[in-house]
């Protein structure tokens, strides 16, 4: 999913992202990595504690 968002996006961050490319402004391209990277780190840590709540319980 982030790949297609990145590479055949119409619009939102890929689409950003892919501008600022073109155009070379390196900082619009770390500002959208980064935010892809954060989001995608907060949604896997969220999952992590639903669906293994029995792994972080104190022995």
């Known amino acids: ?3 297609s968002e ?3 996006a119409n619009e939102g961050l890929g ?3 892919s501008v600022a ?3 070379l402004k390196t900082d ?3 500002v959208g ?3 892809i990277g954060l989001t995608f780190d907060l949604l896997v840590q969220y999952l ?3 669906l293994c709540s029995w792994a972080s319980q104190k022995r």
Request: charged share 25%; aromatic share 10%; net charge positive.
């Open 21 to 23: 490319g073109r155009f």
């Open 33 to 35: 990595l980064i935010v």
């Open 6 to 8: 990145l590479i055949a």
């Open 1 to 3: 999913m982030i790949v």
């Open 15 to 17: 689409r950003r992202i």
């Open 28 to 30: 619009e391209i770390f």
């Open 48 to 50: 992590l504690r639903i």
